[in-house]
């Protein structure tokens, strides 16, 4: 059974902080990884995908990925309140058609 | 600009009815998904579905079934309404082949609960 895991959180940041969130993943074979956030009561949408090893930078998000320690990550640079909600970690299961997630890590960032 | 519609936000059945979710989307996408999603267990698969008439399960199939009569079209059947199915439940599509499968555009969610 593959396995995406993250801590629940709530992970706690000042504003203008920088957060980070974890990912780990149980199948060596794994190639790309997503990030997906999801403020409260909506639904998620990707902010993040990352294909290879290595970093990925967009804006004030970088996504980092470790084949080796089957790792992923997401830092959030100058952390703003709007950032506050769960950030969902995806990887692929079973072919690319279906994706694995995480169960979330609920960022909040505090003025 | 709505891409993936669910039909119902909120739904209340009583155990053993039998429930429709209804998604649609109008992105022409092949694949469509239905999720649910309930605390600390995060999105898992329930079925999915890559072209007209074909379906695949997920990783939690009991007790659902689904029907893909049209392209834009994705049911998610509840034969016999059960309590610990009440959840939220959420359709999502996206396009064939290649890294571009694997993103995936939500529907707003149709929580259910089942008295």
């Known amino acids: 059974q593959k396995e995406v895991e993250q801590n629940s959180g709530p992970l706690s940041v000042p504003e203008g902080a920088i957060a980070s969130l974890n990912c780990t993943y149980s199948?060596?074979?794994?190639?790309?990884f997503f990030w997906y956030r999801q403020y409260s009561g909506k639904s998620p949408e990707l902010i993040m995908s990352?294909?290879?090893?290595g970093d990925k930078e967009d804006g004030r998000f970088t996504a980092q990925l470790n084949k080796a320690s089957q790792y992923v990550s997401l830092l959030i640079r100058d952390s703003q309140p709007s950032d506050s909600a769960t950030y969902l970690c995806?990887?692929?299961?079973?072919?690319?058609?279906?994706?694995?997630f995480g169960a979330g890590t609920r960022l909040a960032v505090h003025p | 600009d709505v891409k993936v519609t669910q039909s119902s936000r909120y739904l209340v059945k009583r155990t053993g009815e039998k429930v429709f979710l209804e998604c649609v989307q109008d992105m022409d996408h092949e694949n469509m998904f239905w999720y649910r999603q309930d605390p600390g267990l995060g999105l898992r698969l329930i079925y999915f579905?890559?072209?007209?008439?074909?379906?695949e399960k997920g990783d939690i199939p009991e007790g659902y079934s689904v029907s893909r009569e049209k392209k834009e079209r994705f049911s998610l059947i509840l034969e016999s309404a059960s309590t610990n199915q009440t959840s939220m439940y959420l359709c999502?599509?996206?396009?064939?082949?290649?890294?571009?499968?694997?993103?995936?555009?939500f529907g707003a969610g149709s929580r259910l609960t089942v008295l």
């Open positions: 199948d060596r074979g794994s190639q790309s």
């Open positions: 995806a990887g692929p299961s079973g072919g690319y058609n279906k994706l694995i």
């Open positions: 990352i294909y290879s090893n």
């Open positions: 999502a599509s996206s396009p064939p082949g290649g890294s571009g499968a694997n993103v995936l555009t």
């Open positions: 579905s890559y072209d007209v008439k074909m379906k």
